[in-house]
């Protein structure tokens, strides 16, 4: 297949992140008009429809959405190319840094994004572009500049760990207080269980302790981990979390520990580069390296070696 133009790929691509026609009017300095022309030039190269026009907006089709994707890191690779080649000298003035970022769900929910303000006071000239998949590394940007997965990190020489996880108890503070009060793990027969995904979690968590008398196999099942911790931080039975999950939770409060029993467990979080370049580019460097420093932050207080 002949390629279409790059300037009707390139007008496609600016208005397909800005989500209007005049956004990318204004970036790329052509006329609204230019802009539907290339985009209708390229719609006919292509074969399909890029666009669902409506009355005075217009959305991407379903198979558009992609190929914007590919074409944004495409562009990017090409311009941090030029840029690195040029000694960074060629910058454009005012020119967005950007870094994208995939990062596992429980990772961004519960941990990383009541953080990225500090990341964001710091580097303000830098933006990020987040998606999320989860911990099976569905969903997100395959492509993005940096990803953090779940993972043990067997055979994959290409996933750097990042933190190791220890999986413990936690429960609202009101469970440790009264006749009924969580004390030791025996204890637990008297409370809910919260599982997430799956009752196997508790099941591995009461054979290593070596306690009888619990109905394991009882107590609500959440499919996100969040919903899971919610449902604890209101009172609503104990959850087995990660060092990650709980950290901010306690410190705040709101979760605590019922005793003072901690397994790893053989996954941990995982830093892995994008292919495209290897974690090459400045911006991508500066934020690895403000997120190993949180992380470091994070194993002191959750006292990790």
């Not at 609204?32 to 669902?52: C, Y």
């Not at 996880?165 to 637990?188: I, W």
Request: hydrophobic letters at 40%.
């Amino acid at each position: 297949m002949k390629l279409p133009s790059l300037n009707a790929m390139r007008t496609f691509e600016v208005a397909a992140r800005l989500g209007t026609f005049k956004g990318a009017a204004d970036e790329l300095n052509l006329t609204p008009s230019a802009v539907s022309r290339h985009i209708r030039s390229l719609e006919q190269a292509l074969g399909i429809e890029l666009f669902e026009r409506g009355f005075r907006q217009v959305e991407l089709t379903r198979r558009a959405t992609l190929y914007a994707r590919r074409l944004s890191e495409a562009f990017r690779i090409i311009e941090n190319a030029t840029e690195d080649a040029g000694g960074r000298a060629s910058r454009r003035p005012g020119r967005p840094r950007r870094v994208t970022l995939s990062i596992n769900a429980t990772f961004m929910n519960l941990w990383l994004a009541d953080r990225l303000a500090r990341f964001r006071n710091l580097h303000a000239e830098i933006d990020l572009d987040v998606s999320i998949h989860d911990d099976s590394g569905h969903g997100g940007n395959p492509s993005a500049d940096l990803r953090i997965v779940f993972a043990d990190g067997s055979g994959e020489p290409s996933l750097v760990p990042l933190v190791s996880l220890v999986m413990f108890p936690v429960c609202a503070p009101a469970l440790v207080k009264g006749p009924n009060a969580l004390r030791k793990p025996a204890d637990l027969a008297r409370h809910r269980l919260l599982h997430e995904n799956t009752t196997v979690w508790w099941e591995e968590w009461v054979t290593q302790v070596g306690v009888s008398g619990i109905d394991i196999k009882a107590g609500p099942i959440f499919h996100d981990p969040s919903l899971a911790i919610r449902e604890a931080v209101n009172g609503g039975g104990v959850a087995l979390a990660d060092n990650i999950m709980a950290e901010d939770l306690l410190t705040r409060g709101l979760l605590v520990c019922p005793f003072a029993i901690r397994h790893p467990i053989p996954e941990s979080y995982c830093l892995q580069h994008g292919r495209a370049n290897g974690g090459t580019t400045k911006d991508i460097r500066i934020f690895r390296e403000w997120l190993i420093s949180e992380v470091a932050q994070h194993k002191q207080v959750m006292q990790l070696s």
